[in-house]
């Protein structure tokens, strides 16, 4: 496997689904990859990565970018309210937004700063209590609350359960989505990303499959 592979894959899986070509986006999640392999990928041309850590993208990228001008670097994984400030200035997009401190916390920043990342509202589609996200029950006010607070919520995003369909879970994802009016869905990963291409996804996040095995610092 490895940025083609995955690729091609995706390319088939838009027409598959009757989409256009190049209308959903890649990120190659980068976190605890060598930098050798995250700059293997950048010299092919990919310049859309996503990382967990607030602090290990900050010492990874600023190098990158660079060398690499045209990077899009999205967090996806949690952010704490005291690196909030941080993730402004660092990512294009901010994939956990799943409550109202940190919302509130981004919408101060983004005053003060004078700019914002887009913001997905990271949904607990699962409803598991051991994972951050939103209830889909809360998500129509939370996605409100946001919006009274200026903040730029482009869309959603969700990790389904580990032992249920995920397809599933993307389609109860694009229903919210679609009722709150938001156009970006962030679902699917190396496993399933097809299924999340046929029910609307605009953003995938593939790590191993394009970078091989995580190698934990």
């Known amino acids: 496997m490895g940025l083609t592979d995955i690729t091609t894959r995706l390319t088939r899986a838009e027409a598959d689904a009757g989409r256009k070509a190049g209308s959903v986006t890649l990120i190659a999640v980068s976190k605890v990859q060598p930098d050798a392999r995250v700059r293997h990928v950048l010299e092919q041309g990919h310049r859309c990565f996503g990382e967990n850590k607030v602090q290990e993208a900050a010492g990874k990228w600023p190098?990158?970018?660079?060398d690499f001008p045209g990077v899009d670097l999205h967090l996806i994984g949690p952010l704490q309210s005291n690196k909030a400030r941080q993730a402004i200035n660092l990512f294009d997009a901010i994939h956990s937004l799943d409550r109202p401190k940190l919302a509130k916390a981004l919408a101060r920043l983004a005053q003060e700063e004078g700019k914002c990342p887009d913001l997905f509202i990271q949904v607990n589609t699962g409803e598991e209590p051991q994972k951050a996200g939103v209830l889909p029950?809360?998500?129509d006010a939370f996605v409100k609350e946001c919006r009274d607070l200026?903040?730029?919520?482009?869309?959603?995003?969700?990790?389904?359960?580990?032992?249920?369909?995920?397809a599933l879970h993307?389609?109860?994802?694009?229903?919210?989505?679609?009722r709150n009016g938001l156009q970006g869905l962030s679902m699917g990963?190396?496993?399933d990303f097809e299924r999340a291409v046929a029910l609307g996804a605009t953003h995938v996040r593939v790590g191993s499959a394009i970078f091989g095995e995580r190698?934990?610092?």
């Open 63 to 66: 190098g990158f970018r660079a």
């Open 170 to 178: 993307f389609a109860l994802l694009a229903k919210i989505a679609a």
């Open 189 to 191: 990963m190396s496993s």
């Open 215 to 217: 190698v934990p610092g």
């Open 137 to 139: 029950g809360d998500a």
């Open 150 to 166: 200026d903040l730029p919520v482009r869309g959603l995003m969700c990790i389904p359960p580990v032992d249920e369909e995920p």
